[in-house]
C-alpha cells in the first residue's frame, strides 16, 4: 500500500497537531509521500492520484480545497482531522469535505456520524515519545496543584476560583496561551515535562457539562511526562484508562478539592498511579500504535 499524505508540513506542534510528526510515524512503517497544502492544486493531486492507493487528507485540506475534485481522484481518499470538536463553528467546512471521503478519522465520537453519511472512525491523540517523557522536578515550576490550559471559559473560571481558595498560592495556572504559543515549540515541551516532574496533583476539566467521547490531548502528554492526573469524569474516557490505576477520575467537581487533598497527602499512592498511568500511555497511546490502527483500518476499506 503506498499512501500521499496531503498537509502543511510546518511547525504546528505546540498545539499537538504535527503532521510532521504524522509523516515520520507513516514513513516508518509504509511506503508514503508528502504533498505541500497550496492553492489551486487540485489537478496535481488529481494526476498524482494514479500513481498511489490512499490520498490522506489533513485538517487544513477542508479549508482550501473545493471537495467536488475529490470526485476525480484515481485512488481512495481519507481525512484525518486532529483534535475535532463537534460544535466549533466548522462543520459547513468539515461535512462536504467528509462526505467525499472513503474514510474519515477524528479523535472524537461526540456524534452520530452515519447520519451525516461519513464512513467514521475514532483515531484517538496520543504521545510522541521523543518529545513526551519524564525529567527531574525543577523548583521554578513546583506546585501542590496546577491547571494547564487557556483560562476562556466561564467553567474555567469557577474552577480557577475554586482552587485558589482551597489551595492559594500552593495552585497555579500554567496558561496554555501564555507559555506556549509565544514560544518555540522545543521550549514549550520542555516547560510541560517540568511542569508534570513539579506538581504533584495535576487537574484536567471537561469543555462543557454534557460533553462526551471528547477530551483534550493533554491527558495524554500529562501522563506520558509522567504527571499525577485528576481528571474530571467524561463519557467514554473510562475505555481508554482505569479509574485510580492511571489517573483518578472525579464524577463530581464539589468533590474535586477532596480527592486533591487525598492524594496530595498519599504520595506513594500518587507516585504508583502516576507511573501505571505513565507506563500505559507508553506502551499503547503513541501515534505510532495511532498510525498502525489507520493502516489498518484503511486496508479493510
Known amino acids: 500500500m503506498k499512501i500521499l499524505y496531503v498537509g502543511k508540513f510546518e511547525d504546528q506542534d505546540i498545539r499537538e497537531r504535527n503532521e510532521e510528526l504524522t ?3 507513516l ?48 485512488c481512495k481518499s481519507a481525512l484525518w482531522v486532529y483534535d475535532w470538536m463537534w460544535g466549533g463553528g466548522r462543520e459547513s467546512k468539515f461535512i462536504p469535505f467528509a462526505k467525499k471521503c472513503d474514510v474519515v478519522f477524528t479523535t472524537d465520537n461526540m456524534v452520530d456520524w452515519g447520519f451525516y453519511g461519513i464512513n467514521h472512525h475514532c483515531l484517538r491523540q496520543g504521545i510522541d515519545p521523543r518529545v513526551h517523557y519524564k525529567v527531574e522536578p525543577d523548583p521554578f515550576y513546583e506546585s501542590y496543584v496546577a491547571f494547564t490550559g487557556h483560562i ?113 497527602e498519599h504520595p506513594i499512592k500518587r507516585e504508583t498511579i502516576a507511573n501505571q498511568g505513565y507506563i500505559e500511555v507508553v506502551k499503547n497511546h503513541t501515534y505510532e500504535v495511532r498510525v498502525r490502527e489507520l493502516i489498518k483500518i484503511l486496508k479493510e476499506n
Open 23 to 25: 509523516f515520520f510515524v
Open 27 to 74: 514513513s516508518k512503517i509504509i511506503e508514503v509521500d508528502k504533498f505541500h497544502i497550496r492553492l489551486k492544486s487540485e489537478n496535481e493531486i488529481v494526476k498524482l492520484s494514479q500513481h498511489y492507493d490512499w490520498i490522506l487528507f489533513s485538517t487544513p485540506c477542508i479549508y482550501v480545497y473545493d471537495p467536488s475534485f475529490l470526485d476525480k481522484l484515481k
Open 152 to 264: 476562556y471559559s466561564r467553567k474555567r473560571r469557577v474552577l480557577a476560583r475554586m482552587l485558589y481558595r482551597e489551595f492559594g498560592d500552593k495552585f497555579r495556572i500554567w496558561d496554555t496561551l501564555k507559555y506556549r504559543n509565544d514560544l518555540p515549540a522545543w521550549k514549550s515541551r520542555e516547560i510541560f515535562r517540568k511542569i508534570c516532574a513539579s506538581t504533584k496533583v495535576l487537574v484536567g476539566d471537561k469543555l462543557f457539562d454534557g460533553v462526551k467521547e471528547y477530551w483534550s490531548n493533554r491527558v495524554y502528554i500529562t501522563l506520558g511526562c509522567g504527571g499525577f492526573l485528576i481528571q474530571e469524569y467524561i463519557k467514554g474516557i473510562e475505555k481508554e484508562f482505569e479509574n485510580k490505576k492511571h489517573f483518578v477520575l472525579v464524577s463530581d467537581p464539589t468533590q474535586l478539592a477532596d480527592y486533591i487533598h487525598y492524594y496530595i
